[in-house]
Nanobody, 124 residues
Framework: QVQLVESGGGLVQAGDSLRLACAAS????????MGWFRQAPGKEREFVAA????????LYADSVKGRFTISRDNGKNTVYLRMNSLKPEDTAVYYC?????????????????WGQGTQVTVSS
C-alpha cells in the first residue's frame, strides 16, 4: 500500500525557515515527478513546487519563487521543501504528491498519490 507521510510543519514567525519532508513507502517513486501543494483556510488547494524524477528540473509557483526550494533523495524515497523568509500568507496545510509522469507539472489532476498534510503556521 502506497503511503506518503509529511513532516516538519509547525508554528514559526515571519522571516523564519522550515524544511518539510515527505517520505514515501509501499513502492519506489524514482521514476515519478513529485510535488508540494498547500491549502489555506477557506481557499482551494494550490500548487507550490514540483521536481522531476531526476531532480534536475524544478517548477515553482510565483508566490514562492526565490524563497522555497524543492529537492529529492531517490535513495530515501523522500522529497523535501525548504521554505525560507516565511510570510503569514504561507500559512496552510502542505501536501506532498506523486505525479503519474516523470516531468514536472502544476496540474493537481496529474498527481495520483497524496499525503495527509502537515500544518505550517506563520505568525506576523
Amino acid at each position: 500500500q502506497v503511503q506518503l507521510v509529511e513532516s516538519g510543519g509547525g508554528l514559526v514567525q515571519a522571516g523564519d525557515s522550515l524544511r518539510l519532508a515527505c517520505a514515501a513507502s509501499g513502492r519506489t517513486f524514482s521514476s515519478n515527478a513529485m510535488g508540494w501543494f498547500r491549502q489555506a483556510p477557506g481557499k482551494e488547494r494550490e500548487f507550490v513546487a514540483a521536481i522531476d524524477w531526476s531532480g534536475s528540473s524544478t517548477l515553482y509557483a510565483d508566490s514562492v519563487k526565490g524563497r522555497f526550494t524543492i529537492s529529492r533523495d531517490n535513495g530515501k524515497n523522500t522529497v523535501y521543501l525548504r521554505m525560507n523568509s516565511l510570510k503569514p500568507e504561507d500559512t496552510a496545510v502542505y501536501y506532498c504528491a506523486v505525479r503519474q509522469y516523470s516531468g514536472t507539472s502544476s496540474r493537481q489532476t496529474s498527481y495520483n498519490y497524496w499525503g495527509q498534510g502537515t500544518q505550517v503556521t506563520v505568525s506576523s
